[in-house]
């Protein structure tokens, strides 16, 4: 059985970033946006659309070219093991 993986693109979580602020899903912590992602229920971050805020990502996957736009933008991808 093929399940469906949730994903995102990171351009899409950029440009939601603000209004997770809003309703307290992200907070700031150290100059970066920290986003758990299993707190959106989603798995894996995908690399299209541009990222403008230093978005810090946890609790699921991201694509090597996710991480490059998130980490040139001054972010970070922290994963738990």
């Known amino acids: ?13 950029d440009e939601m970033a ?3 602020l809003d309703t307290g ?9 920290q986003i ?3 707190k959106l229920g ?5 690399g299209s659309g541009r990222v403008t805020k230093p978005l810090q990502i946890q ?3 991201v694509s ?3 991480r ?5 933008a001054g972010g970070l991808v922290i994963f738990h093991e």
């Open 59 to 61: 609790g699921g996957e």
């Open 36 to 38: 758990d992602l299993t």
């Open 42 to 46: 989603i798995e894996k971050v995908l």
């Open 68 to 72: 490059e736009k998130i980490e040139s």
């Open 18 to 20: 603000d209004d997770l």
């Open 1 to 13: 059985m093929i399940e469906d993986v949730k994903t995102i693109n990171v351009g899409v979580l």
């Open 25 to 33: 899903v992200a907070e700031v912590v150290e100059g970066k946006i």
């Open 64 to 66: 090597a070219r996710a």
